[in-house]
């Protein structure tokens, strides 16, 4: 079945720092590509989306970029604070959400 | 806002029991969704509805049921409930047909003892 493979599980940088959390996925139809970050005792809330008519998009310190030949996108964070410490999922959909394992990201002041 | 409330955030019943879990959203979203999160293995949806009455199974339906009487509210049942089902149940609520983006309520914490 559809399968998308989420790395690294665990993620730790330091305040200022980059942060790339890679994903790929199976399902060739996949066409709709979300990010959410889920902080403490909260659930998951969107951060970023990118559709498979584009290869790139930004908005602020978060990026997102697709590779669809490859069946592969990554979350770049840059100039990490504290806040951004969660746990990040990527997902992928061809019409079914499916999402990755987790990735959670600890910014050292 | 999009506001997705579920009952209860910690719960703690026995092996055997009948649970139920709530969620109610106030944006009046077509689609909801129960989800298990569990560590290392991501979300997991277990049913979603696209309608009142309606429903379709997820990707891990056994062992749970749900209904959905009203367009508001999503119920998570588990009918006998075991240990294996200790977990963190959250739902979600999204508008209309095609991909865009899920709302999650906070999470209910299960333990079943």
């Known amino acids: 079945g559809e399968n998308v493979e989420q790395h690294p599980s665990t993620l730790s940088v330091q305040e200022g720092d980059s942060a790339v959390i890679k994903c790929t996925y199976s399902?060739?139809?996949?066409?709709?590509f979300p990010w959410y970050k889920q902080e403490l005792g909260k659930g998951p809330q969107l951060i970023i989306d990118i559709r498979s008519n584009v290869g790139e998009k930004k908005d602020q310190r978060i990026a997102v970029t697709l590779n669809k030949t490859a069946k592969h996108f990554s979350l770049h964070i840059t100039e990490t604070q504290p806040e951004d410490s969660a746990v990040y999922f990527c997902a992928a959909s061809s019409g079914k959400l499916i999402f990755g394992q987790g990735t959670e990201l600890s910014v050292k002041p | 806002d999009v506001k997705v409330t579920q009952s209860s955030r910690y719960l703690v019943k026995r092996t055997g029991e009948k649970v139920f879990l709530e969620c109610v959203q106030d944006m009046d979203h077509e689609n909801m969704f129960w989800y298990r999160q569990d560590p290392g293995l991501g979300l997991r949806l277990i049913y979603f509805?696209?309608?009142?009455?309606?429903?379709e199974k997820g990707d891990i339906p056994e062992g749970y049921s749900v209904s959905r009487e009203k367009k508001e509210r999503f119920s998570l049942i588990l009918e006998s409930a075991s240990t294996n089902q200790t977990s963190m149940y959250l739902c979600?609520?999204?508008?209309?047909?095609?991909?865009?983006?899920?709302?999650f309520g906070p999470g209910t914490r299960l333990t079943v003892t």
């Open positions: 979600a609520t999204k508008d209309g047909t095609g991909d865009y983006e899920q709302y």
């Open positions: 509805s696209y309608d009142v009455k309606m429903k």
């Open positions: 399902d060739s139809a996949s066409n709709y």
